[in-house]
């Protein structure tokens, strides 16, 4: 008996499980120690008026750079930080050195109209971020206007009421406030309406295949129409191709991001662009026009 039940427990202990349990334990306690020890960088990705081609606004995307490893992009240490409870140290951190650098730009006369961070449900929930925000605002001394929070439709899900609170609060403090991956989630018309967001951002895989995709192409263009008659702008993510522009252009889209006009770029890099950036001319595609 004894035996067996010890078979169960080797079982359940089983290598493999043992081997992914203490990678995950290292990785959390790497990341703890990235966060002190300065591993952490944001790199900005420069979003782009489609009329004026100019940049009108840069999102701050978090990187890491392990000892061992290299660099590891968000998606494989944000949810950890998630189940772990260390994305609200993480998210604090990302603010203030977005707000930081936001006040850099602002000094030397090139700060972008907005600069956008990533807020992690977690980070909603956990009831401290309309404070972070006041206080990170405080502390940098930049205009609230500058700074853009994207939210992911998801979290007005859970505990619907406080978030539309918080939002109608974070709102109130003059930030911006933008729905990001728009289409993945389950929000209602309705819901939209009371978000009282400022902008859209349209999901990279709407936007990846729209100009071959017919089934895409109408998505997109039903979630500008949408947008624009809530008030609100919208974004295209993910635009790789000249193509694309050129039909979100048609399609009355405001802004576009994506590879098209950069990748997410290094803090000197991007200085150096908002610096120095040449307007993106996008052909007029008549055929695409609305009505047209
Ligand atoms: P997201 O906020 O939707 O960010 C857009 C992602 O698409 C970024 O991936 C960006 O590098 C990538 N991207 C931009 N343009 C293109 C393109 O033309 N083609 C393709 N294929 N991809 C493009 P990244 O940097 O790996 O970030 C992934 C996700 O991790 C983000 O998705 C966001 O949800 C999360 N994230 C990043 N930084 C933070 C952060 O500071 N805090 C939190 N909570 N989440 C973050
Ligand atoms: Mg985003
Ligand atoms: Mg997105
Ligand atoms: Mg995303």
Known sequence: ????????????????????????LSLEADLRRALQQGELALHYQPQVDLRSGRIVGVEALLRWRHPQR????????????????????????????????IRHWSDAGVAPRQTAVNISAVQISSGGLL??????????????????????????????????KLLADLRALGVQLSIDDFGTGYSSLAYLQQLEVHKLKIDISFVR????NRGNA?????????????????????????????????????????????????VDDITRLLESFEPIVIPVDETLAIGG
């Open 1 to 24: 008996r004894a035996k067996a039940q010890g078979r169960n427990v080797l079982r359940f202990f089983s290598p493999e499980l043992t081997i992914r349990a203490r990678e995950r």
């Open 70 to 101: 290299g660099w590891i992009a968000p998606g494989a240490f944000i949810p950890l930080a998630e189940e772990c409870g260390l994305i609200i140290e993480l998210g604090d951190w990302v603010l203030r050195a977005a707000c930081e650098q």
């Open 131 to 164: 404070d972070t925000v006041r206080r990170t605002l405080a502390a940098t001394g930049i205009a609230p206007d500058r700074l853009e929070l994207e939210i992911t439709e998801s979290f007005v899900m859970f505990e619907r009421e406080r978030s539309f």
């Open 209 to 212: 295949n729209m100009t071959r």
């Open 218 to 266: 109408s998505i997109v263009k039903a979630v500008i129409a949408m947008g624009h008659s809530l008030g609100l702008e919208v974004i295209a993510e993910g635009v790789e191709e000249i193509e694309q522009a050129a039909h979100l252009l048609a399609l009355q889209c405001d802004v576009m991001q994506g590879y098209l006009v950069s990748k997410p770029l290094p």
